[in-house]
């Protein structure tokens, strides 16, 4: 599955999550980037995810994501240029925002790349009550080194990345952001389910796939 549909399922997560919870704007922002980047972060494992072929909205919705980590990365140096502020908090966000971009490349420079911005995560995350952005760090580390649609297309990955969010719920003190993370994780599974490749669930447990069953 494209990498631009898991995207556009995991904004629709999101948006679903700000219906429920709040329309406070910057708590909205908050729910929406959390489901589209936990959408993603399933296929930090795989080979390019984002084909030629995808539809103009999804393309559009791609390019906001990296003009947003483009102004952010700006105001990040504005801050420290001109009021010498360091912000591990928004390092952290437009890391992940900057995420997407190295999905669509692959190969080893790729992965490498992917791995370094998960260093920086988790070396973020060392700050005091800060664990759960190391514990996502160690993910980014290490997912792109792993089989494609293995370790990280499990219903235990998906555990892991619930845990992590809810240290972030419990810093951020925004209501049910864990559980919005877990259903834009949750979204990228279900999604992959039913594609003909289908999902091993419960790897490395049991090797069985799910799929569909009317597809080949
Ligand atoms: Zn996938």
Not at 48 to 77: E, F, P
Not at 128 to 146: E, H, K, N
Not at 165 to 191: K, P
Request: net charge positive.
């Amino acid at each position: 599955m494209k990498g631009s549909t898991h995207l556009a399922i995991g904004c629709a997560v999101g948006a679903a999550a700000v219906g429920y919870h709040s329309f406070n704007v910057s708590n909205s922002l908050v729910y929406i980037a959390a489901a589209a980047i936990s959408s993603l972060c399933p296929d930090l494992d795989g080979p390019s995810m984002l084909s030629s072929r995808i539809s103009k909205a999804s393309r559009t919705l791609y390019r906001s994501l990296i003009t947003l980590a483009v102004l952010m990365t700006l105001l990040l140096i504005y801050l420290y240029a001109q009021y010498r502020i360091f912000h591990p908090e928004l390092t952290a966000a437009t890391l992940c925002a900057i995420l997407p971009s190295l999905i669509l490349k692959e190969g080893v420079i790729r992965n490498t790349l992917v791995s370094l911005v998960g260093a920086a995560v988790a070396g973020a995350g060392l700050l005091p009550g800060m664990t759960w952005l190391s514990g996502f760090g160690i993910f980014v580390m290490i997912a792109p080194w792993l089989k494609h649609r293995g370790m990280t297309h499990t219903i235990w990955a998906l555990l892991i990345w619930y845990l992590l969010s809810q240290g972030m719920e419990r810093q951020l003190g925004i209501d049910g952001i864990a559980l919005t993370a877990a259903a834009g994780y949750a979204s990228h599974l279900v999604a992959d389910t039913l594609t003909s490749s289908g999902v091993k669930w419960l790897y490395p447990l049991s090797r069985i796939t799910f799929k569909l069953p009317f597809r080949r």
